[in-house]
């Protein structure tokens, strides 16, 4: 297992841009076994839901209702995740998390704290 620690929620108007960062942090070895790395949120009593996921060879996948507004991308170490939010509605408002796959089974990790994204009208 990897911890994840999000960060760069806040408060922002509809419109405006934010940039969520995640690291993973833990036993070197499984670091680099790090493939696929992905962004959730979860907004007030709905399920959490994936918003992106990208793979150890960048390829992107995103939900169909953040489409052409947010994008997915890796840092050099590979082992950092952003996401870039643009044009950001009041729906986005949620906590948002990352998740990695890791380890020698591939599986995903535990959940972290995730970080709150509020989107005012």
């Known amino acids: 297992q990897v911890q994840l620690v999000e960060s760069g929620g806040g408060l922002v108007q509809a419109g405006g841009s934010l940039r969520l960062s995640c690291a993973a942090s833990g036993n070197i070895r499984i670091i680099n076994t790090i493939s696929t790395m992905g962004w959730y949120r979860q907004a007030p009593g709905k399920q959490r839901e994936l918003v992106a996921f990208?793979?150890?060879?960048?390829?992107?996948t995103y939900a169909d209702s953040v489409k052409g507004r947010f994008t997915i991308s890796r840092g050099d170490a590979k082992s950092t995740v952003y996401l870039q939010m643009n044009s950001r509605k009041p729906e986005d408002t949620a906590v948002y998390y990352c998740?990695?796959?890791?380890?020698?089974?591939?599986?995903?990790?535990?959940w972290g704290q995730g970080t709150q994204v509020t989107v005012s009208s």
């Open positions: 998740n990695a796959r890791a380890g020698a089974a591939n599986s995903w990790n535990p």
């Open positions: 990208i793979t150890s060879g960048g390829s992107t």
